[in-house]
């Protein structure tokens, strides 16, 4: 609720032009911000390249065909998990957009394959830490708040330091969501 509260209470500075930077295309999906206008998750001081691909796939390229988050990325139960999109969808457009480049034609035999295209994973919770989708976007914290601008991103890198603890913990604390230990680990 207190999170819902701070959104809101962003929105409010927004119509005053207190935070004109953040008012750029992110009227639909907002990110939670503190009240000195910093994201509760700040990205990673250092540079985190972008992982070598097996196909080159853009989200800016994507996404300003219209499509939504949720179109590629289920989060299905139990929701810890958001999951790639399968082979075929796809192919539902490069069956016939782009199918002559030498990328869409090796998508295509992954999909002739049925096989998943084997991505790269680019953000990583350390193995055994209690960790799930679900319950952040039940709580209405969207996707951005933790990845940051996908849409304007080519190649996705672990922009943000969403997988540290501190950031973790910070966030909690900031909506009063629970901080003992054994939220995030099992004793
Ligand atoms: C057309 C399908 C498609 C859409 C739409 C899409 N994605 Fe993706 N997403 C992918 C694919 C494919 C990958 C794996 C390749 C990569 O990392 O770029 C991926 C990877 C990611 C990753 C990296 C996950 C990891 O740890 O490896 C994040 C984060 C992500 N997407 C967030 C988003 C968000 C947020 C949106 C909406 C703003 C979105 N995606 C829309 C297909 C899509
Ligand atoms: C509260 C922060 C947070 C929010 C909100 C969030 N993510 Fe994530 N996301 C993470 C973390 C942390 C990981 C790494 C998980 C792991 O390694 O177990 C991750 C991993 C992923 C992955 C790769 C693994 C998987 O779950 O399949 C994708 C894809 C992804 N996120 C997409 C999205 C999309 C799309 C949204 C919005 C609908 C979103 N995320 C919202 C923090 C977040
Ligand atoms: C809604 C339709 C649609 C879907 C779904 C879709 N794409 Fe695309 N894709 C496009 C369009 C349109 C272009 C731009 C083609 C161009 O620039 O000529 C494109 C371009 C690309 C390119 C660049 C091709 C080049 O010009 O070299 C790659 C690679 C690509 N898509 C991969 C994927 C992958 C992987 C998926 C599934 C995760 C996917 N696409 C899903 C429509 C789609
Ligand atoms: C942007 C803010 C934010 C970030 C970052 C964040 N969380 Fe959360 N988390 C929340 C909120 C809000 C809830 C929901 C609280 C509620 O429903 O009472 C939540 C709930 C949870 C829950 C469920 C707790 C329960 O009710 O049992 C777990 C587990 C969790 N987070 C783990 C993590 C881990 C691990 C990370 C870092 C990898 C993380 N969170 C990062 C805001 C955040
Ligand atoms: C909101 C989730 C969250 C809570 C609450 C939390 N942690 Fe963590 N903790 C994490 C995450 C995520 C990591 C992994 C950080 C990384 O990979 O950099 C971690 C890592 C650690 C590590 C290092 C583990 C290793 O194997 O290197 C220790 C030790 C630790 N936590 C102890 C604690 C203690 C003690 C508490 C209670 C005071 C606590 N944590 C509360 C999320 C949490």
């Known amino acids: ?8 209470w962003r929105c409010f500075a927004l ?19 503190t009240q000195s206008g910093k994201s509760v998750v700040p990205n990673n001081p250092s540079e985190h390249p972008a992982p070598a691909q097996p196909i080159p796939y ?3 390229k994507h996404l300003a065909l219209g499509l939504s988050c949720k179109d590629c990325h289920a989060n299905p139960e139990p929701g810890k998990w958001m999951t790639f999109p399968e082979t075929g969808r796809c192919l539902q457009c490069h069956v016939a957009v782009a199918k002559d480049k030498p990328v869409i034609q090796k998508l295509a035999g992954y999909a002739k ?3 998943t295209v084997p991505w790269v994973r680019v953000y990583n919770v350390l193995p055994g830490v209690v960790w799930s989708h679900r319950p952040h976007l039940q709580a209405g914290v969207n996707c951005e708040a933790c990845h940051g601008q996908v849409r304007e ?16 913990l910070n966030c909690h604390e900031m909506n009063h969501a629970k901080t003992a230990c054994d939220t995030c680990h099992k004793s």
Request: aromatic share 4%; proline share 2%; net charge positive.
């Open 1 to 8: 609720m207190k999170l819902r509260g701070r959104i809101s």
């Open 15 to 33: 119509t005053l032009g207190v935070l004109p930077v953040f008012a750029a295309g992110l009227t639909a999906n907002q990110s939670v911000q």
């Open 58 to 60: 853009s989200h800016k």
């Open 113 to 115: 394959a049925r096989q």
């Open 153 to 168: 991103m080519d190649a996705m890198s672990e922009i943000t330091s969403v997988t540290t603890m501190y950031v973790c």
